[in-house]
Nanobody
Framework: QVQLVESGGGLVQAGGSLRLSCTASGPTFAMGWFRQAPGKERQFVASISRSGSDTWYTDSVKGRFTISRDNAKNTVYLQMTNLKPEDTAVFYC??????????????WGQGTQVTVSS
């Protein structure tokens, strides 16, 4: 069982930046970031393949967020720029335990709060 630990959340003004980190206790395959705003369902934000060569983003964050990973550190990052109040949410890291890229992720972190003030 792989454990995921997120860090880097906090309070930032609109237009500001934050970098989230998620460190896994062991190697993983694809990894992703999701977020859940109050009263809303958890939604996909971004994901990255095991090699890091392929990335995917939800439309609302394209051009503002960048996902990357350092496999030597078992860590995935989410660089967030030009943050907007609507980005306020709990951000969750997730990881897959195999090459299968469909279906639910296998491992989840505990979440880190991101709050963007206007």
């Amino acid at each position: 069982q792989v454990q995921l630990v997120e860090s880097g959340g906090g309070l930032v003004q609109a237009g500001g930046s934050l970098r989230l980190s998620c460190t896994a206790s062991g190697p993983t395959f694809a990894m992703g970031w999701f977020r859940q705003a109050p009263g809303k369902e958890r939604q996909f934000v971004a994901s990255i393949s095991r090699s890091g060569s392929d990335t995917w983003y939800t439309d609302s964050v394209k051009g503002r967020f960048t996902i990357s990973r350092d496999n030597a550190k078992n860590t995935v990052y989410l660089q967030m720029t030009n943050l907007k109040p609507e980005d306020t949410a709990v951000f969750y890291c997730a990881a897959r335990k195999s090459v299968i890229m469909i279906g639910p992720y296998d491992y989840w972190g505990q979440g880190t709060q991101v709050t963007v003030s206007s």
